[in-house]
């Protein structure tokens, strides 16, 4: 909660050159992630740096480090002349006053000042939120017209003599954590401007420090904040919906059909393990024996909204490829809100509940034929196509009389090129934008318990189908023994998850026959005859190492990992399709500052001695 942030700031001694209030500001503006912002300030502040909501930034200069938003626009405004200007011009065309925030740091003369606040509240909600730096000078010295000291505060602090209720909710609260406090304030009426002049000269006459202090009337920061965050939490909720995840008990909400039932299987041990990691790796992720596979069904949604790339939204209730039952699961993605774990869905939490801008119900897209929804979780990724997307296709494929359209996302030239090489025709498919709501008369998608990454017997034969179909369409591009390299890939997004030597790896590999192969380069008919065609693979873990689902059963498949995070999920596959399958484990660089997906190295050597052991002919283990 923010009044944790709040203690956790007030009790840490930061020194003069922390600005504590912009820690305060930056934790509000996390917690209302969708939140329209007008900014005026003379410089931008880097507390909205992050924001992805709508921002109208007023200032002297463009920002040095733009800000994320996906709706941001600035306008040069070096005074307050020019800020009183444009809001009168622009009232009329901002969408019905839509900031629900305010925040000032231009010229602290207490004359603009007040100016600016009724210029701004031109352009801006009846309840939004005021946040004014700079309320609370130091000394005397900072708190006049012009700088007497190395810095200026200015005349901020007489803002709670001019400020006067409007409506209920009004507040004008000030808090004074270093360096110079700041106040938060709603519900007030336009200034009174020619009450300005007498106010003040009557608060410049204050010659002292000892003057100065009673005037500025202080409040603990938490209580500040709180109102602020009671203040943008009001002003939010009338246009949001609160969402709530979609269970069981919501089945009357659509219609099921099964597909598979769960089942138990048991995972069989790989050929071998080996860590060739000097620090080690946490190997209770390498797991086999008995395991519980996913249920599998068709779910129907009649007049459900359909937002990001997977979220279904029907009576309030969200619904994905993933049967969840704890809204811990939406709260997390709401956390996300701005992030790929996000999807694009608008949800954002609001006081830590999960909520939806209503504008993106009120602005949907509508879809009025029956289509079966494809587009996988994790939709720029080909290995969560062949497992997740495909079998989405070969569902609308089969039934065509039950959908009249196959709704996916296909904004890459290799989906449209798969999706036609499988026999979907230009004309079935409806391509989805993630930014756009829509609005589905009869929406259909596959779901199943959790992500197990177990291929089904089903899905086998589809794949095998599609080998069969493409047999003939291209020849393979490589040996019986194949390495499936991510080397250009590497080289060209700056190592991410890149194997640091894997120029050394594939000199060893060549030398005991394998052929490099970099799935990416090549058409989908390419790659099921040269993965079809392989006894051997070996590959670095990742999407292309999902091509083993065009292998034939047997196929020996040696993983190279950088950490044990995906190896479950990874050999789930390989075992699933009844591969032969081995792990090779390296060792990630922790001198990477990314937290996830580190450039890592391998022990080449050891290695090549262990993969050339494990090759049908080496007459060791593989013999």
Same mark, same amino acid.
């Given at each position: 909660?923010?009044?944790?942030?709040?203690?956790?700031?007030?009790?840490?001694?930061?020194?003069?050159?922390?600005?504590?209030?912009?820690?305060?500001?930056?934790?509000?503006?996390?917690?209302?992630?969708?939140?329209?912002?007008?900014?005026?300030?003379?410089?931008?502040?880097?507390?909205?740096?992050?924001?992805?909501?709508?921002?109208?930034?007023? %200032?002297?200069?463009? $920002?040095?480090?733009?800000?994320?938003?996906?709706?941001?626009?600035?306008?040069?405004?070096?005074?307050?002349?020019?800020?009183?200007?444009?809001?009168?011009?622009?009232?009329?065309? =901002?969408?019905?006053?839509?900031?629900? /925030?305010?925040?000032?740091?231009?010229?602290?003369?207490?004359?603009?000042?007040?100016?600016?606040?009724?210029?701004?509240?031109?352009?801006?909600?009846?309840?939004?939120?005021?946040? &004014?730096?700079?309320?609370?000078?130091?000394?005397?010295?900072?708190?006049?017209?012009? $700088?007497?000291?190395?810095?200026?505060?200015?005349?901020?602090?007489?803002?709670?003599?001019?400020?006067?209720?409007?409506?209920?909710? &009004?507040?004008?609260?000030?808090?004074?954590?270093?360096?110079?406090?700041?106040?938060?304030?709603?519900?007030?009426?336009?200034?009174?401007?020619?009450?300005?002049?007498?106010?003040? !000269?009557?608060?410049?006459?204050?010659?002292?420090?000892?003057?100065?202090?009673?005037?500025?009337?202080?409040?603990?920061?938490?209580?500040?904040?709180?109102?602020?965050?009671?203040?943008?939490?009001?002003?939010?909720?009338?246009?949001?919906? +609160?969402?709530? @995840?979609?269970?069981?008990?919501?089945?009357?909400?659509?219609?099921?059909?099964?597909?598979?039932?769960?089942?138990?299987?048991?995972?069989?041990?790989?050929?071998?393990?080996?860590?060739? #990691?000097?620090?080690?790796?946490?190997?209770?992720?390498? +797991?086999?024996?008995?395991?519980?596979?996913?249920?599998?069904?068709?779910?129907?949604?009649?007049?459900?909204?359909?937002?990001?790339?997977?979220?279904?939204?029907?009576?309030? !209730?969200?619904?994905?490829?993933?049967?969840?039952?704890?809204?811990?699961?939406?709260?997390?993605?709401?956390?996300?809100?701005?992030?790929?774990?996000?999807?694009?869905? %608008?949800?954002? /939490?609001?006081?830590?509940?999960?909520?939806?801008?209503?504008?993106?119900?009120?602005?949907?897209?509508?879809?009025?034929?029956?289509?079966?929804?494809?587009?996988?979780?994790?939709?720029?990724?080909?290995?969560?196509?062949?497992?997740?997307?495909? $079998?989405?296709?070969?569902?609308?494929?089969?039934?065509?009389?039950?959908?009249?359209?196959?709704?996916?996302?296909?904004?890459?030239?290799?989906?449209? !090129?798969?999706?036609?090489?499988?026999?979907?025709?230009?004309?079935?498919?409806?391509?989805?934008?993630?930014?756009?709501?829509?609005?589905?008369?009869?929406? #259909?998608?596959?779901?199943? #318990?959790?992500?197990?990454?177990? *291929? /089904?017997?089903?899905?086998?034969?589809?794949?095998?189908?599609?080998?069969?179909?493409?047999?003939?369409?291209?020849?393979?591009?490589?040996?019986?023994?194949?390495?499936?390299?991510?080397?250009?890939?590497?080289?060209?997004?700056? =190592?991410?998850?890149?194997?640091?030597?894997?120029?050394?790896? @594939?000199?060893?590999?060549?030398?005991?026959?394998?052929?490099?192969?970099?799935?990416?380069?090549? #058409?989908?008919?390419?790659?099921?005859?040269?993965?079809?065609?392989?006894?051997?693979? *070996?590959?670095?873990?990742?999407?292309?190492?999902?091509?083993?689902?065009?292998?034939?059963?047997?196929? /020996?498949?040696?993983?190279?990992?950088?950490?044990?995070?995906?190896?479950?999920?990874?050999?789930?596959?390989?075992?699933?399709?009844?591969?032969?399958?081995?792990? @090779?484990?390296?060792?990630?660089?922790?001198?990477?500052?990314?937290?996830? =997906?580190?450039?890592?190295?391998?022990?080449?050597?050891?290695?090549?001695?262990? @993969?050339? =052991?494990?090759?049908?002919?080496?007459? %060791?283990?593989?013999?």
């Amino acid at each position: 909660m923010l009044s944790g942030v709040v203690n956790a700031i007030s009790n840490r001694d930061f020194g003069d050159t922390m600005h504590n209030c912009s820690e305060l500001l930056s934790s509000l503006v996390k917690r209302y992630a969708d939140l329209p912002i007008l900014v005026i300030a003379k410089e931008f502040p880097s507390e909205f740096t992050d924001h992805l909501g709508r921002i109208l930034y007023l %200032g002297a200069e463009f $920002p040095e480090r733009p800000p994320r938003s996906r709706d941001f626009r600035f306008v040069l405004c070096e005074g307050t002349e020019t800020i009183e200007r444009f809001a009168a011009a622009a009232a009329p065309d =901002q969408g019905g006053r839509p900031y629900a /925030l305010v925040f000032i740091d231009h010229d602290h003369r207490l004359d603009s000042v007040a100016r600016q606040i009724n210029a701004a509240r031109n352009i801006a909600r009846d309840d939004a939120v005021f946040i &004014f730096d700079d309320a609370v000078p130091p000394t005397i010295g900072m708190a006049g017209p012009e $700088p007497t000291e190395a810095w200026w505060v200015g005349e901020v602090w007489m803002l709670s003599q001019l400020l006067r209720p409007a409506r209920d909710g &009004f507040f004008c609260l000030t808090t004074d954590l270093p360096p110079t406090g700041m106040t938060a304030a709603a519900g007030f009426a336009p200034i009174d401007l020619p009450a300005v002049a007498p106010t003040y !000269r009557m608060l410049s006459a204050v010659a002292t420090d000892a003057e100065l202090r009673p005037l500025i009337p202080l409040t603990d920061a938490n209580t500040v904040f709180s109102r602020a965050d009671a203040g943008l939490a009001a002003a939010m909720m009338p246009g949001v919906t +609160r969402l709530d @995840i979609g269970g069981e008990a919501d089945s009357q909400l659509f219609t099921r059909r099964r597909v598979s039932e769960a089942f138990r299987w048991n995972k069989p041990p790989a050929r071998f393990v080996a860590d060739l #990691s000097a620090r080690g790796n946490d190997l209770s992720r390498v +797991r086999h024996g008995p395991r519980h596979g996913a249920a599998k069904f068709i779910d129907s949604f009649a007049d459900a909204h359909l937002i990001g790339f997977t979220g279904i939204v029907k009576d309030s !209730r969200y619904f994905d490829h993933w049967l969840k039952e704890s809204n811990n699961y939406l709260v997390d993605r709401a956390r996300d809100y701005g992030s790929y774990g996000n999807q694009w869905t %608008g949800i954002v /939490l609001l006081n830590e509940t999960p909520v939806l801008p209503r504008e993106r119900l009120d602005n949907a897209l509508p879809i009025d034929a029956p289509v079966l929804f494809g587009t996988p979780d994790e939709p720029d990724n080909w290995g969560m196509w062949l497992l997740l997307g495909l $079998p989405s296709l070969h569902e609308f494929l089969a039934n065509r009389g039950r959908y009249e359209k196959f709704f996916c996302y296909a904004q890459h030239p290799w989906q449209r !090129r798969l999706l036609e090489d499988l026999g979907l025709r230009p004309d079935e498919l409806i391509p989805q934008d993630r930014e756009q709501t829509y609005l589905c008369r009869d929406i #259909s998608l596959i779901r199943k #318990s959790y992500r197990d990454m177990f *291929v /089904l017997p089903e899905e086998r034969a589809f794949f095998r189908a599609v080998v069969e179909r493409l047999a003939g369409a291209a020849p393979s591009r490589a040996g019986r023994r194949i390495f499936v390299s991510r080397i250009t890939r590497t080289q060209a997004h700056g =190592q991410y998850r890149g194997l640091i030597n894997e120029a050394a790896l @594939i000199a060893g590999l060549q030398t005991l026959g394998f052929d490099i192969v970099e799935p990416e380069y090549l #058409s989908l008919a390419e790659q099921a005859a040269t993965f079809h065609a392989a006894d051997v693979v *070996v590959g670095l873990g990742g999407a292309g190492m999902f091509n083993t689902v065009f292998c034939k059963p047997g196929t /020996l498949v040696i993983t190279i990992e950088s950490t044990t995070s995906f190896v479950d999920a990874h050999t789930n596959i390989f075992a699933s399709l009844g591969h032969d399958y081995a792990i @090779i484990l390296g060792e990630e660089d922790l001198d990477d500052p990314r937290p996830v =997906q580190r450039r890592w190295t391998l022990d080449v050597s050891r290695a090549l001695d262990l @993969i050339a =052991q494990a090759l049908p002919d080496a007459g %060791g283990a593989g013999g």
